[in-house]
C-alpha cells in the first residue's frame, strides 16, 4: 500500500504530537502522513517508496505564523530596506542607494520601510526637511517598522493631502499630525493619520502587486513557514490569493483574517467564512483595532507615558460601537481578533468581548487578541477563564526592550510581553512575526521566547527572564498553538497519521542546541503537503 509513498528517515523528528513526541522516521502519501515511528518500522511497513535519507536532520512541523502581512511583507521586501539604519543620515543614505539601484524614473515614489529613531544616537522622531534636503522633488513615504507611522518629505505631502491643507487641519480621529512648536506638520504622521498620504500614493499595477506576493511566498518557503494568519485582507487581495492557487503558484496555507472597516467585512457577514478546496485559503476571521503602537506612542496606555505626561495613546473605539462589530461577526460565523498594544486597549477588548458573550444565543468562537502586549496583571487572569487566545510575536519583546522601560516606566514592565504568566493563567499562545514589522523568521523568534535576548546575546541572563517559555512551549506556539487559534488542529500543526505532510527541515537539533547557537540554524527543506516547496543544495543532493 505504500509504493507511491516518500519516507524519510534517520530524522530527529519532534511531532507535538503528545501521543509520539520523537521518533527517527515518517511517510508520507497522498500529502499527509501515513505513518511515524522507528526507522526499521516504518521502512519495513513501505517496501517501495521513494527514501530521504535525512542524515540526522531535524523535522518538525512547518511553522505557522499566527500574525502576519503577506502582501505587505512582498511590498517591503521590494522597497528600501530601512531596518538597522543607526541615524537619520543613514536613512537617506540607503534611499540614495536604493535610486540608484534601480534606476527609478524622477517622478516616481521612493518607499521604504524599517526605520526606528529608537535606534538613534539622538532618539527623536524625524522631520521632512531632512528628506527635502535629499530629495526635494521626488515624493517619498517611509514606514516605520512598527507601520503605526509614516516619515513623508514636502512633495509626498503636496502631492496627496497638500501641506497648506495640513497645516490647518485637525487631528483625525484615532490619529496624530506631528507638528513643530508654531504648529507646522513635520512630516511625522501617526495611525490614523498616516492614511492622509497613504491613501493617495499611486498603486503599483497589477504585474507588480503579483511580483511582490510571488516574493513574499518564496521568502515564507525558505524559513520553513507552511502556514500564516493574514492580519487585515481586502476582498482584492483575497482575489489575487485565489488566482494564484488556481494557476498552482502559492506554496503556503493562509488563513486570513478581513478588515474590519472595509468592503470585505461586509461580504463575509453577509455570506459566511469561505474554504477553499485546495486548503490552502481559508477565512473564518475579522481584524479589528483598538490602539495604535507602543513605538509611537499611539497604544493605549490606562496611565500617561512615563516619557511624555499628559498623553495616553489612543483608543480607537467606543466601547458601544465596538460591541456591535464584534456580535456582528460573531453572528456570522467569523472569529474576532483584535490589535491592542496598552493596557487600556487590552482591558477595552476584554471587556467588549465579555460583555458580547454574555449576549444571549451570540457565541464568540475562540476570540483572539492580537499582541496582548502591555497588561494590567489583574487582566492577565482574565485571558484563559474568558477563553481569549493570545496571538503575540516574540521579537517584538527583544526589539523594544532598549527603550520600552523609557515609555512605560519600571512599574508596568510586569505586565509587558508576559508570556509565561499568560500561559501559566490558562491562555492558548499563537505566535508569529508581524512581518513586515519584524523578520518572518521563526528561527529568530524561537530564540527570542526562549531566551529573552537580541540576536547578540544580551542582557545576559534573558530580559525579565522569569517571562521566558521551554523550547516545548515554544515549538507548540509556532505550530499546534497556532493551527489552534485557526480551527485547524486537526489538519495541521502537528506530524501524525492523517495530518497533512507539512513539514521544516532544519540544519540542527532547535530542541537540544546551546542557546547560544540556536541562529545558526537553518531551514534546510520545506514541504507543504508533502511536495518540495525549498531546499538547499545538499538536501537531496549531499
Known amino acids: 500500500m505504500c509504493d507511491d509513498s516518500l519516507v524519510l528517515y534517520n530524522a530527529h523528528i519532534y511531532t507535538v504530537d503528545p501521543h509520539r513526541p520523537t521518533a527517527s522516521a515518517l511517510a508520507i502519501r497522498n500529502g499527509r502522513v501515513l505513518m511515524v515511528g522507528p526507522d526499521e ?3 519495513s511497513a513501505c517496501p517501495n517508496p521513494t527514501r530521504i535519507d535525512a542524515r540526522g536532520y531535524t523535522i518538525v512541523p512547518g511553522f505557522i505564523d499566527a500574525h502576519a502581512h503577506l502582501h505587505e511583507l512582498g511590498d517591503a521586501l521590494c522597497q528600501a530596506e530601512l531596518s538597522g539604519t543607526p541615524s537619520p543620515e543613514a536613512v537617506v543614505e540607503r534611499l540614495q542607494q536604493f535610486v540608484e539601484a534601480h534606476d527609478l ?15 538613534w544616537s539622538s532618539p527623536s522622531l524625524p522631520t521632512r526637511d531632512r528628506l527635502d534636503a535629499a530629495f526635494p522633488e521626488r515624493p517619498v513615504w517611509l514606514t516605520r517598522t512598527d507601520v503605526h507611522a509614516g516619515w513623508a518629505n514636502t512633495a509626498a505631502l503636496d502631492a496627496t493631502v497638500g501641506l497648506d491643507r495640513l497645516r490647518r487641519m485637525d487631528d483625525p480621529d484615532g490619529g496624530r499630525i506631528h507638528r513643530t ?3 507646522c506638520p513635520t512630516g511625522i504622521l501617526v ?3 498616516m492614511s492622509l498620504v497613504a491613501d493617495d500614493i499611486p498603486l503599483p499595477t497589477e504585474s507588480q502587486q503579483a511580483r511582490h506576493l510571488r516574493t513574499a511566498l518564496q521568502h515564507t518557503a525558505r524559513h520553513g513557514i507552511t502556514g500564516l494568519h493574514d492580519a487585515g485582507v481586502t476582498l482584492d487581495k483575497l482575489r489575487r490569493l485565489r488566482q494564484f492557487i488556481e494557476d498552482d503558484a502559492f506554496p503556503l496555507r493562509v488563513y486570513a483574517m478581513v478588515e474590519g472597516r472595509n468592503d470585505a467585512f461586509d461580504h463575509f457577514c453577509e455570506h459566511g467564512p469561505y474554504h477553499h478546496p485546495s486548503g490552502r485559503l481559508h477565512v473564518e ?3 479589528f483595532f483598538a490602539d495604535g503602537a507602543l513605538g509611537s506612542r499611539g497604544a493605549a496606555l490606562l496611565d500617561d507615558y512615563a516619557d511624555e505626561p499628559g498623553n495616553r495613546g489612543l483608543l480607537l473605539h467606543d466601547p458601544a460601537p465596538f460591541q456591535q462589530k464584534i456580535r456582528q461577526a460573531a453572528e456570522a460565523g467569523l472569529q474576532v481578533n483584535t490589535h491592542a498594544i496598552g493596557d487600556r486597549a487590552n482591558r477595552f ?16 468562537r475562540r476570540p483572539r487578541i492580537e499582541h496582548a502586549q502591555v497588561l494590567a496583571p489583574e487582566d492577565v487572569s482574565r485571558f484563559g477563564p474568558l477563553g481569549v487566545l493570545a496571538s503575540v510575536q516574540p521579537l517584538h519583546a527583544t526589539s523594544d526592550m532598549g527603550w520600552v522601560e523609557s515609555r512605560l516606566g519600571p512599574d508596568r514592565l510586569n505586565g509587558a510581553y508576559a508570556w509565561k504568566s499568560l500561559q501559566a493563567a490558562g491562555t492558548r499562545l499563537a505566535f508569529g512575526s508581524d512581518a513586515p514589522v519584524e523578520p518572518i523568521d521563526p528561527i529568530r523568534g524561537f530564540h527570542a521566547a526562549v531566551t529573552r535576548q537580541n540576536a547578540d546575546g544580551h542582557p545576559d541572563g534573558g530580559w525579565h527572564s522569569s517571562e521566558r517559555l521551554s523550547r516545548a512551549d515554544v515549538l507548540h506556539a509556532y505550530t499546534r498553538g497556532a493551527a489552534y487559534a485557526a480551527f485547524m488542529e486537526d489538519d495541521v500543526g502537528t506530524i501524525a497519521p492523517g495530518m497533512r505532510a507539512d513539514l521544516a527541515v532544519l540544519s540542527q537539533n532547535l530542541m537540544e542546541v546551546p542557546a547560544s547557537e540556536m541562529l545558526d540554524t537553518e531551514v534546510v527543506a520545506t514541504y507543504l503537503g508533502g511536495t518540495l516547496i525549498h531546499s538547499t543544495e545538499d538536501w537531496l543532493d549531499p
Open 41 to 43: 518500522k516504518v521502512q
Open 105 to 119: 524614473s524622477p517622478d516616481t515614489w521612493l518607499r521604504g520601510h524599517g526605520w526606528d529613531e529608537t535606534h
Open 181 to 183: 512648536a508654531d504648529g
Open 191 to 193: 495611525d490614523n493619520a
Open 285 to 287: 476571521s475579522a481584524k
Open 349 to 364: 477588548v476584554l471587556n467588549a468581548y465579555e460583555a458580547v458573550m454574555d449576549v444571549p444565543d451570540v457565541t464568540l
